[in-house]
């Protein structure tokens, strides 16, 4: 869509100011019976949007009349990406939350300076996976499409040097902005370390919990002897030998002995130690206090103290010290400092991983964060929002833009000679059935106009509004392909009501697919998620089953509860709310990752297979576009209304399964 060309209408005094600058934008609307939602009328010069070459889709087109309602992130990271924040802690992306202050960065003056900033949005997707690994041994995992800051501006993780996905991208040696992860995922080679990192986390360590020192006694002769000596005690076995590792790296040779058996109560310590006067003055040297400490220095200090000495639970994290000079070293913040870092950051390899993975995205008030090390940059569909003056976060699900002229627009783009034909996808990003249809009606205007060009089209829909139009797409199947597919997750009332407050019942969905299937169009259903100790019984397999065939449904879609990062904590609360006693279960499924552990998604198959074959619901159906027949069994996929706590639970993106 673009924002100029066309002069505001004078009905458009009702708009937030920012919206003034949206010279095709008609009329900003709010009414009784969508409270909290504002719809901002505009005139689209476009309304088919190509889907990327690089997307997994096996479509290429989709349209959305909407804009807002649903999260569509292009600049992404794993999961597990370490985010600086504010306080110096590093959480996984999954961990960060709207509200929370972390470090972005932003020019002043000739520098580019470490700033304090505010988490304004966070939002979710599936997308193909690239690695990308630094010289000091930083990996990041993100999307081809994701922004990082080098030493010559921002570029994308992939791209080409010509056609048309030209654009500034990452090549081997380029050379990022930041000070880098200091290679987590090697924590025991020093050689991926900076020197000043490992002093800082030497210093750390041993002085947080080291015995260090050189001692006289007297000797039987009368002359006084010395006696030198450094020893380092943990229970922590992790911690001791990088200790011991990066003491090597440093020259000084150490030895490990039992310090104190396990007990009842502690766990068995092992100890280092030196007594080589060489030995231990080296020690003291290296674990003097800096002057001018370095980035390096600090943040390996705080890696020790917090090995020694800390310990992180709720959230929190606590490190027991009353040592005053450690304490002053504890309090360090990198703000105003500039962007500037001897570590090795240049780019050694980047590689396509070959598969989809649920990947984050952030926005903040600077537009960039820092991510395991590196300066990161945000989405950029969330920033055309805050172009506008809203927000983007709430106001970009509240603040609905509304294509009023698309079904005229996709005419006249579908009656150009150069149009192929392509299969059409709705419900790909936004819902076409969300609340906002009942008011402005653009399906029935683009189904027309789909039928009436020769164009296949498909609708993935959570809404039951689909049943005012299934006449009309009736009469476009008798002249194209068309496929309907209905979300429809749970099949007990009050389980339903609980998980999914205010959204079409189960009854009403499955009579949307009953009409759709008596006016002889295929209607698909996704019984996903299924709710581990909730929904997955046979029972209520075998209701669920029993319900969709009875619907007269041409086939069923399931898969598993997804608790994809930032609907983890909403479904979990939801969870101690209605069934406290199911949540040490839920804690251990979905402990380490978004996904049921995959012995039980295999139980689950072993379960739903037979009975899917047993109520006719596993057969495939015939691919309009390519005669291949589709898959009925792929889990861990998504929904397209998110108005609902189910709805957050799922994946966001959408099953592959209608073209």
Request: proline content about 5%; glycine content about 8%.
């Given at each position: ?134 010289a000091d041994g930083t990996t ?136 080589s006067a060489r030995a231990v ?92 090390g590196v300066i990161s940059h ?282």
């Amino acid at each position: 869509m673009r924002w100029s060309g066309q002069e505001l209408d004078a009905e458009s005094d009702a708009a937030l100011p920012g919206l003034a600058r949206l010279s095709n934008l008609v009329r900003s609307v709010t009414t009784p019976e969508f409270a909290g939602i504002r719809f901002h009328e505009v005139l689209a010069k476009s309304a088919l949007n190509r889907v990327p070459t690089a997307s997994d889709m096996p479509f290429g087109w989709t349209i959305n009349p909407y804009r807002g309602c649903s999260h569509a992130c292009s600049y992404c990271l794993h999961p597990e990406t370490q985010i600086l924040m504010a306080d110096g802690r590093q959480l996984p992306l999954w961990q960060v939350k709207i509200g929370d202050r972390i470090y972005g960065t932003e020019v002043q003056g000739n520098y580019r300076r470490y700033v304090v900033t505010t988490v304004h949005a966070i939002w979710n997707t599936r997308k193909p996976a690239h690695r990308v690994a630094l010289a000091d041994g930083t990996t990041l995992v993100s999307s081809g499409d994701h922004r990082f800051l080098t030493d010559r501006g921002w570029k994308h993780v992939a791209g080409q040097m010509s056609g048309p996905g030209t654009r500034p991208h990452l090549t081997i040696n380029n050379t990022l902005m930041g000070f880098g992860s200091m290679g987590l995922s090697d924590i025991d080679q020093p050689q991926f370390f900076p020197e000043q990192y490992r002093r800082g986390y030497l210093t750390g360590m041993i002085r947080g919990d080291g015995h260090l020192g050189h001692y006289e006694y007297a000797r039987s002769s009368g002359r006084r002897g010395e006696v030198h000596r450094f020893r380092l005690a943990l229970a922590d076995a992790e911690a001791l030998n990088r200790t011991r590792t990066y003491l090597d790296w440093e020259g000084i040779p150490t030895t490990t002995f039992a310090f104190s058996p396990e007990s009842e109560t502690r766990r068995p310590v092992t100890a280092i130690r030196t007594s080589s006067a060489r030995a231990v003055s080296a020690v003291e040297e290296l674990v003097e206090w800096q002057s001018v400490p370095s980035n390096d220095w600090h943040a390996g200090f705080l890696a020790g103290v917090f090995d020694t000495e800390g310990s992180c639970s709720q959230g929190g994290l606590r490190i027991s010290n009353s040592d005053p000079e450690i304490i002053a070293q504890r309090k360090l913040s990198i703000e105003g400092a500039a962007v500037t870092s001897d570590a090795r950051l240049d780019v050694v390899s980047i590689e396509d991983l070959g598969e989809v993975i649920d990947m984050i995205d952030i926005t903040t008030g600077t537009g960039d964060f820092i991510a395991n090390g590196v300066i990161s940059h945000n989405c950029f569909a969330r920033k055309t929002h805050e172009y506008l003056d809203l927000d983007a976060g709430k106001d970009f699900d509240s603040e609905i833009i509304v294509k009023v002229n698309v079904a005229e627009v996709l005419s006249r783009e579908l009656a150009k000679p150069t149009w192929g034909r392509h299969p059409v996808a709705l419900g790909t990003n936004t819902d076409p059935y969300q609340r906002a249809e009942g008011r402005y009606s653009l399906m029935p205007g683009i189904i027309a106009a789909l039928a009436e060009s020769g164009t296949p089209l498909s609708v993935l829909t959570k809404g039951t509004l689909l049943r005012r139009d299934l006449a009309l797409l009736s009469e476009a199947n008798t002249v194209v392909p068309v496929g309907l597919a209905m979300s429809v997750a749970i099949y007990d009332d009050a389980l339903q009501q609980s998980v999914e407050p205010g959204t079409p019942s189960t009854a009403a969905r499955l009579a949307t697919v009953k009409a759709a299937r008596e006016l002889g169009l295929d209607c698909e259903v996704f019984m996903m998620p299924i709710l581990p100790y909730l929904t997955d019984t046979r029972e209520h397999l075998e209701h669920a089953l029993g319900l969709i065939r009875d619907a007269g449904a041409t086939s069923v879609v399931y898969g598993a509860l997804h608790l994809r990062p930032g609907a983890k904590e909403w479904f979990m609360e939801w969870l101690e709310r209605e069934h406290p006693e199911l949540v040490p279960r839920y804690r251990a499924m979905y402990a380490r990752n978004s996904y049921a552990p995959q012995e039980y998604r295999a139980w689950l198959g072993a379960k739903i297979v037979p009975l899917l074959r047993r109520f006719g619901l596993s057969r495939g159906s015939e691919d309009p576009a390519t005669g291949t027949v589709r898959s009925r069994s792929l889990a861990g996929s998504g929904s397209t209304a998110p108005d609902s706590l189910l709805a957050a639970a799922l994946p966001n993106g959408h099953l592959p399964t209608l073209f």
